[in-house]
């Protein structure tokens, strides 16, 4: 029996990586029976006599597990968001940052077509670059198809561990990672101008090994489910937030109707910027207004 970690899962097939060779693995059968699907990142035991007819039989705990992208053991969320085509959204920025908080996942906000962009534009990103990393987040400006150095401050901040590359279909994640590790060469889409999005090129979720850390490209997905996340918890996912909540008048204020909001009125005077206020009431909304989950009734 031999340790392992999936990299790479097709058609029934897992493909586990341990010592610089890959098994071609299957689940075994009683792994339906227990409800124990294998995802891209979980560590297996596994026994195998060839490299083509392995045999899958256990899956370690897991840190953590995404839906979407589906994967495990995260460390590192890499939110790919181009500039233009598709369009800049701070929501989805900021819904993604959530979705990566709420999950024990550190997030990377690494924005593609800056080339495209004139001035304005650009002055424009640097400015949500500035609130970002204000906030606590790295914010980098891709300078494709030039220089490396927002390659090199990718690679970087990534370290070490897993990283999953998340973000809308066209945006640009399998091109990244191509400049990254040019002998992949991952095919990428066309821009397609008509829809301004493109046309989901990558189709699997595969982990690639780039320096010191595996790298996962994604299909792409334009929304991201905030299912597990209960409101009252949802102020901690904003760092701006958190920052000041010590001077809300009241402990655990939501920043909504409270009086003496700290919050609000650190929006007011534009100390925190009143697009994350609208999204923090977007998602608030979203959750409060959802329907109760289905709850399994005792069989009588
Ligand atoms: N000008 C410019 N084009 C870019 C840049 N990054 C990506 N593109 C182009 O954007 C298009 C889409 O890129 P992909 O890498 O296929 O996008 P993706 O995020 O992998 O898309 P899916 O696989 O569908 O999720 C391609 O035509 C790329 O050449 C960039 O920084 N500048
Ligand atoms: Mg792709
Ligand atoms: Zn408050």
Do not use: W
């Not at 299957?26 to 124990?36: D, I, L, P, Q, S």
């Not at 189709?203 to 690639?208: D, I, K, P, T």
């Not at 925190?272 to 409060?288: G, K, N, S, T």
């Amino acid at each position: 029996m031999q340790k392992g970690q999936v990299r790479k899962a097709i058609s029934g097939f897992y493909y586990v990586y341990v010592d610089g060779q890959t098994y071609q693995t299957r689940g075994r059968g009683n792994f339906r029976v227990k409800n124990m699907a294998p995802l891209i990142g979980d560590f297996v035991d596994f026994e195998s006599d060839n490299l083509t007819e392995g045999v899958l039989l256990d899956i370690y705990p897991r840190k953590n597990e995404l839906v979407r992208p589906t994967v495990a053991n995260v460390d590192c969320g890499v939110i790919v968001m181009s500039a233009i085509e598709p369009d800049f959204s701070s929501y989805l920025v900021d819904r993604f940052l959530v979705y990566l908080e709420a999950n024990n996942i550190s997030p990377i906000i690494y924005v593609t077509k800056i080339d495209l962009l004139d001035e304005t534009a650009k002055a424009d990103m640097l400015e949500y670059k500035t609130y970002y990393e204000s906030i606590g987040y790295k914010m980098i400006l891709s300078d494709y198809p030039a220089g490396a150095s927002s390659l090199e401050a990718l690679v970087t901040n990534i370290g070490k561990g897993m990283a999953v590359f998340m973000g809308q279909s066209g945006a640009g994640k399998s091109t990244l990672l191509n400049q990254l590790m040019p002998e992949l060469d991952l095919q990428t889409g066309e821009i397609s101008t008509s829809l301004g999005r493109g046309r989901h090129t990558t189709r699997h979720v595969e982990l690639h090994p780039v320096g010191d850390a595996l790298i996962a490209d994604t299909p792409g997905f334009s929304t991201i489910d905030l299912i597990d996340i209960e409101a009252v918890d949802l102020p901690s996912f904003f760092p701006d937030f958190e920052a000041l909540r010590d001077q809300c008048r009241f402990g655990g204020c939501m920043h909504i109707n409270e009086p003496n909001c700290r919050v609000k009125e650190a929006v007011a005077s534009g100390e925190v910027a009143p697009y994350r206020y609208e999204h923090y009431l977007q998602f608030h909304e979203e959750i409060v207004g959802r329907k109760p989950m289905y709850i399994k009734k005792n069989k009588r």
